[in-house]
């Protein structure tokens, strides 16, 4: 049997009785490959999941159901970090505290009246209130530096100054920024038959980042990156691995450079599963500066990564095809190295964390 390609939609195998032909969203070859196998439903250790975003409007019932799924997997906390900011907060944390401790609350900023004079103060003031009705962290979306504009029309650039004061007052308040820039690098590339995500941008159009409507990915990361050094007192942890999950010696030169930036992990596990030798040494030798992150709320794939991160498995499937179309193989990661990328260096670094149901 001989398989080619013909355009890049279409998947043709010829030599079959009936000439079958199916589009490449339908292959699904079935491994022969028989290998040990490990699936496990639930963390090795009890952990923090520090990217996730839940309805801050919540009933009673929703939060009980959702703290029972947490338990199933050995979630001690979730941070949910669509937290708003003012009076949707602060009623968000109240219900929470239904559950207490199991959940860590986010703000988050209004960029609207960016120009005006003495906004960056303004807001510095509002996320200290914030803090004060229970939040515990800053998220930083990432519309921030792609599509937000001031009100010339100007693109709001990731290092932009008028930002400083509320940076400043997140150092001076202890608590961490968790900052999304950009996307992964290949959705700013042409969408062609070399790029890697192809498909999901043929499943997704939306999620193409088209030079003539977006900056470059290398001009966003360096405005990151540059944030990162203008502020070496606050705490940055770089969401999705800084989009680099696929050159950790860069990431790494970055960790090694910036002693306040951290990393996790959340939605970039394909990347990780493919190049397991070499990410199971990038983990120990960064294992302080790595957390545990999901960012979407789906119970059963959290077994892939627990999958991945506690077990030698070889050859088995990520739970998106269009992440990736290849297979992942486990980093079988040292206890130490899990204990921290599942709750120890959250502990270090999230105020209000009750450190009470973690292993010592």
Same mark, same amino acid.
Request: proline share 6%; charged share 30%.
């Given at each position: 049997?001989?398989?080619?390609?013909?355009?890049?939609?279409?998947?043709?195998?010829? &030599?079959?009785?009936?000439?079958?032909?199916?589009?490449?969203?339908? *292959?699904?070859?079935?491994?022969?490959?028989?290998?040990?196998?490990?699936?496990?439903? %639930?963390?090795?250790?009890?952990?923090?999941?520090?990217?996730?975003?839940?309805?801050?409007?919540?009933?009673? +019932?929703?939060?009980?159901?959702?703290?029972?799924?947490?338990d199933?997997?050995?979630?001690?906390?979730?941070?949910?970090?669509?937290?708003?900011? @003012? +009076?949707?907060?602060?009623?968000?944390?109240?219900?929470?505290?239904?559950h207490?401790? %199991? $959940?860590?609350?986010?703000?988050?900023?209004?960029?609207?009246?960016?120009?005006?004079? &003495?906004?960056?103060?303004?807001?510095?003031?509002?996320?200290?209130?914030?803090?004060?009705?229970?939040?515990k962290?800053?998220?930083?979306?990432?519309?921030? &530096?792609?599509?937000?504009?001031?009100?010339?029309?100007?693109?709001v650039?990731?290092?932009?100054?008028?930002?400083?004061?509320?940076?400043?007052?997140c150092?001076?308040?202890?608590?961490?920024?968790?900052?999304?820039?950009?996307?992964?690098?290949?959705?700013? +590339?042409?969408?062609?038959?070399?790029?890697?995500?192809?498909?999901e941008?043929?499943?997704?159009?939306?999620?193409?980042r088209?030079p003539?409507?977006?900056?470059p990915?290398?001009?966003?990361?360096?405005?990151?990156?540059?944030?990162?050094?203008?502020?070496?007192?606050?705490?940055?942890?770089?969401?999705?691995l800084?989009? $680099?999950?696929?050159?950790?010696?860069?990431?790494?030169?970055l960790?090694? +450079?910036?002693?306040?930036?951290?990393?996790?992990?959340?939605?970039?596990?394909?990347?990780?599963?493919?190049?397991?030798?070499?990410?199971?040494?990038?983990?120990?030798? *960064?294992?302080?500066?790595?957390?545990?992150?999901?960012?979407?709320?789906?119970?059963?794939?959290?077994?892939? *990564?627990?999958?991945?991160?506690?077990?030698?498995?070889?050859?088995?499937?990520y739970?998106?095809? %269009?992440?990736?179309?290849?297979?992942? *193989?486990?980093?079988?990661?040292?206890?130490?190295?899990?204990?921290?990328?599942?709750?120890?260096n959250?502990?270090?670094?999230?105020?209000?964390?009750?450190?009470? @149901?973690?292993?010592?």
């Amino acid at each position: 049997m001989k398989i080619r390609t013909a355009a890049l939609a279409t998947l043709v195998v010829v &030599g079959c009785a009936d000439g079958q032909t199916m589009s490449i969203e339908e *292959y699904e070859p079935r491994s022969t490959l028989a290998v040990p196998e490990h699936r496990i439903t %639930r963390a090795k250790y009890p952990f923090v999941d520090v990217h996730n975003h839940q309805n801050i409007g919540m009933s009673k +019932e929703e939060l009980d159901r959702l703290v029972k799924d947490m338990d199933a997997l050995n979630m001690r906390v979730m941070v949910n970090l669509s937290g708003r900011s @003012g +009076e949707a907060l602060a009623k968000g944390v109240k219900t929470a505290v239904i559950h207490p401790g %199991r $959940m860590l609350t986010f703000a988050n900023l209004d960029l609207a009246g960016i120009d005006a004079p &003495g906004w960056g103060t303004r807001a510095a003031a509002q996320l200290t209130e914030d803090m004060k009705a229970g939040a515990k962290g800053l998220k930083i979306f990432k519309n921030f &530096g792609m599509t937000v504009k001031d009100g010339k029309g100007q693109r709001v650039h990731v290092d932009d100054p008028r930002l400083d004061p509320v940076f400043e007052k997140c150092a001076e308040l202890k608590i961490p920024v968790l900052i999304h820039t950009a996307e992964p690098a290949s959705f700013f +590339e042409p969408q062609d038959r070399f790029n890697e995500r192809w498909l999901e941008l043929k499943q997704f159009p939306g999620r193409a980042r088209p030079p003539d409507q977006f900056p470059p990915w290398e001009t966003l990361i360096g405005e990151q990156h540059r944030l990162f050094a203008r502020h070496p007192h606050t705490v940055f942890i770089d969401a999705h691995l800084g989009w $680099m999950g696929g050159n950790l010696a860069r990431l790494g030169k970055l960790l090694d +450079e910036r002693p306040n930036v951290y990393t996790e992990i959340g939605a970039v596990l394909a990347e990780l599963g493919r190049q397991p030798r070499f990410a199971r040494e990038w983990f120990v030798r *960064y294992q302080d500066r790595v957390l545990f992150g999901k960012d979407t709320w789906a119970p059963e794939e959290y077994h892939v *990564y627990f999958r991945l991160l506690e077990t030698a498995d070889e050859y088995f499937d990520y739970y998106r095809k %269009r992440h990736a179309f290849w297979k992942m *193989y486990g980093l079988d990661l040292p206890d130490e190295v899990l204990r921290k990328l599942y709750y120890k260096n959250a502990l270090r670094i999230l105020p209000g964390l009750d450190g009470s @149901g973690f292993p010592k």
